[in-house]
């Protein structure tokens, strides 16, 4: 490969150009078909070749001399021998037989994440599950960090998988700009979290929609601490973070006090209103919710609260929640208020209005398209039913055995002797990362797979050299994506890095189940397979497509699945005939009240949303020790800590940048660009101030994605945000991540 040559490749952040030559990576470029390509691309080429690649297998010292028994608190500081691949997966699958035979394969934990490549084939959660499955099961997550108090709220709400309605009942772009006259956004709609989507978004198109609305007339309304999660044109709203469930229920006690709801559809399409009502308007509990209560709470003006309820209800109107609401202490409350406050207005199953959920969170949301079956690598039967929430892994390992609620289950903790991770940095995107490397300390033996010497592989005992997507072959294929990629391999893999699927193969023969495991296929065998069968299920829909060679050789086509003609009305069939389309609830309507929430019996959660005040907010005792709210969006320069290594390169791009409001800058002394130190009981981590208007004040914003790096004091050097987030789980219904529930206060470092 020393001739120099360009292809086009996809990623999660999109389709972009590839240069290599005398088997480098030596420069990127934009895919023509994208009108707003992402830069994160940039940072590719030097990423792939750099220093911090693991180039050969490589196990801790003390464990690798000791075994599982010694020196688990070495973790992190322990020196690592290299090996030979074969001795390597020797000992690898000696250990892996070791533990299902005392410990059964209960004791195995399967973690993965599903971004590590937007490859079909080569994805790492599908290759582990398939390979963990093939071995006898494993203890799996459920959900995801992203939406998990979502996925355990709407089913009860709307009665369906929330993923299935986000891509299939939500309003796309051309229905909101031809029918919505006002947006409403909780959280906004910010297009610097739509440079990505699960698979890939080659046509990145949220900014010029978000200016279409503006150009049109639109009205837009940006309810979120930070006024560019939505375009400036839009009214903002600076909502003090963990309040936006009062803000709703002011809203609703607008339109109930004022007869602006719609009775007749909450009649027909909705249960349980009078329950809430009595709670909305304090007969149930001495309160009325009215727009004076809110404002003690979110710090919007009674008049503001008043006047967005009238124009609520005299338009069409979308109301939109983004993901990050649901990443807090009770973050199931605002995803369920926001539907109840929809279906007040009557307007769900009409086109342009209603509810929607995660436009801007991924780039996916909102594209008109035609969804087709993906291309999927089968993952097998898990024999272990035993599972977990996914963000609640330090519970799982501190308190084996331990009882937790999850969604309306008593269920206990499994005892788990060994981590298998492939595809995922949870020393990243995990909360309060210092409870979770006292956590990491608990199993026997954890194994990964990476390209990079991330924290976790930092933290392994045995680490895997793994492939990244640009040394090896894939299809990309995305289902919010009309566009179809030959992912070709690039380079020759970098070192002694091998594809996952070669490392699994290797293991499951060693195990007795190498048959099981590839079906007698190479990597290639699997993707001509994946592909043939793609091509057999989209030809009942009327699409025909190239062979497999034809596909390589042109490198990509578009589907002819794109357009608004794809696209109909969300929920109208439910809307024109709740009893002949009924929703998947028990009483096949929205539940405002849910009898079978308020069976389970939790306080924070009874059968109707309500405001539970959080335990860190800025109306906390605890505001008086940490007086500044903490939230951690996604970063803007990568894919969480994706391509880490090369961006904390950059002169003065470490450690992150932190985002707050001049007057609390002044008020500390802090000017733009000092380094400062953000800390409260939990850590501390470095940050570089950016100072300005543009965050209401007493918030302050860290973006996730540094890698971990504490000093011997447990200060974080990169400034990773998450050393300083709350590990609780959101509530007792979906146990998901609360990192938007964390206080803090910022000093500025004497020498800055």
């Known amino acids: 490969m020393s001739a120099r040559q360009t292809k086009v490749t996809s990623s999660h952040w999109g389709a972009f150009k590839v240069t290599t030559e005398n088997g480098r990576i030596v420069s990127v470029g934009p895919f023509e078909a994208d009108p707003n390509p992402s830069a994160i691309p940039h940072a590719v080429p030097s990423a792939v070749h750099h220093r911090t690649r693991v180039a050969r297998p490589s196990f801790r010292r003390d464990w690798l001399e000791g075994g599982p028994e010694r020196a688990r608190s070495e973790r992190g500081n322990d020196e690592y021998i290299e090996l030979p691949w074969d001795e390597a997966l020797d000992i690898t699958a000696a250990e892996l037989d070791r533990v299902r035979k005392e410990h059964g394969n209960g004791a195995i934990f399967g973690g993965s994440y599903g971004w590590a490549s937007a490859g079909r084939f080569h994805h790492a959660l599908s290759q582990i599950h398939r390979f963990l499955n093939s071995i006898g099961g494993y203890v799996s997550s459920y959900a995801s960090y992203s939406t998990a108090a979502a996925q355990a709220i709407i089913p009860h709400v709307l009665g369906m998988n929330f993923l299935k309605f986000t891509w299939g009942e939500q309003n796309s772009w051309p ?60 009214e903002w709203l600076p909502i003090i973070p963990g309040s936006d469930t009062a803000l709703m229920l002011a809203l609703a006690h607008v339109l109930e006090t004022q007869d602006l709801c719609d009775r007749q559809f909450l009649d027909t399409h909705a249960v349980g209103y009078d329950v809430f009502r009595r709670y909305l308007t304090g007969e149930s509990d001495g309160q009325p919710k009215t727009p004076e209560w809110a404002d003690g709470l979110c710090g919007i003006a009674p008049a503001v609260i008043r006047d967005l309820a009238c124009k ?62 993906g291309i999927t690598l089968p993952q097998g039967t898990n024999p272990i039913e035993d599972f977990i929430p996914v963000a609640r892994i330090a519970d799982m390992l501190l308190s084996p055995g331990g009882r937790y609620d999850f969604n309306g289950q008593a269920r206990r903790y499994p005892d788990i002797k060994l981590v298998y991770w492939c595809g995922g940095n949870p020393f990243h995107h995990h909360q309060d990362l210092n409870r979770l490397a006292n956590a990491w300390m608990q199993p026997d033996t954890i194994i990964v797979h990476e390209p990079w010497w991330t924290p976790t592989a930092k933290r392994a005992d045995i680490v895997l050299p793994a492939t990244t997507p640009y040394e090896r072959e894939d299809i990309g294929r995305a289902p919010s994506d009309s566009f179809l990629f030959h992912m070709p391999k690039l380079i020759d893999p970098i070192a002694e890095a091998r594809n996952d699927y070669d490392i699994f193969s290797a293991l499951a023969k060693r195990l007795g189940c190498g048959d099981d495991f590839t079906e007698g296929r190479d990597a290639e065998g699997w993707l001509r397979h994946l592909f043939d069968r793609f091509r057999q299920n989209v030809s009942a829909d009327g699409i025909e497509l190239p062979s497999y060679d034809e596909l390589r050789d042109r490198n990509w086509i578009e589907l002819p699945i794109a357009g608004a003609e794809h696209c109909g009305t969300p929920l109208k069939a439910f809307r024109d005939d709740p009893e002949a389309a009924p929703l998947g609830t028990p009483s096949g309507k929205i539940e405002i009240f849910s009898q079978t929430i308020d069976g389970f019996g939790y306080k924070e959660t009874p059968g109707h949303p309500v405001w539970c005040t959080p335990d860190e907010w800025l109306g906390a005792g605890a505001a008086k020790q940490y007086p500044l709210h903490l939230v951690s969006p996604q970063p803007a320069d990568k894919l969480h800590s994706q391509l880490e290594a090369a961006l904390a390169d950059i002169p003065d791009a470490r450690p992150s940048p932190v985002l707050i409001n001049a007057s609390d800058a002044a008020h500390r002394n802090i000017t733009d660009g000092d380094v400062v130190r953000v800390f409260n009981g939990r850590g501390s981590c470095l940050a570089r101030a950016v100072v300005g208007d543009r965050i209401r004040d007493s918030v302050i914003a860290v973006p996730t994605g540094a890698w971990y790096d504490p000093d011997e004091a447990g200060n974080d050097q990169q400034g990773n945000p998450n050393i300083l987030t709350r590990d609780i789980g959101t509530s007792r219904i979906g146990q998901g991540s609360s990192a938007h529930t964390t206080l803090v206060e910022v000093e500025k470092l004497a020498d800055s």
């Open 175 to 234: 229905m909101i700009a031809e029918h919505t006259e006002l947006l409403v956004m909780f959280g906004g709609i910010n297009p610097k979290n739509a440079q990505v989507s699960m698979g890939g978004v080659t046509r990145h198109e949220t900014t010029g929609w978000l200016k279409t609305f503006s150009d049109g007339g639109m009205g837009l309304v940006n309810i979120s601490p930070q006024r560019g999660d939505a375009p400036d044109e839009a």
């Open 312 to 373: 609520m209800a005299a338009k069409r109107t979308l109301i939109t929640v983004a993901w990050s609401l649901q990443r807090a202490q009770n973050g199931e409350q605002p995803f369920w208020m926001a539907a109840t406050l929809a279906a007040m207005l009557g307007q769900i199953g009409l086109p342009g209005g209603g509810i929607g959920y995660g436009y801007g969170a991924i780039g996916g949301v909102g594209v008109p398209i035609k969804r087709l079956d």
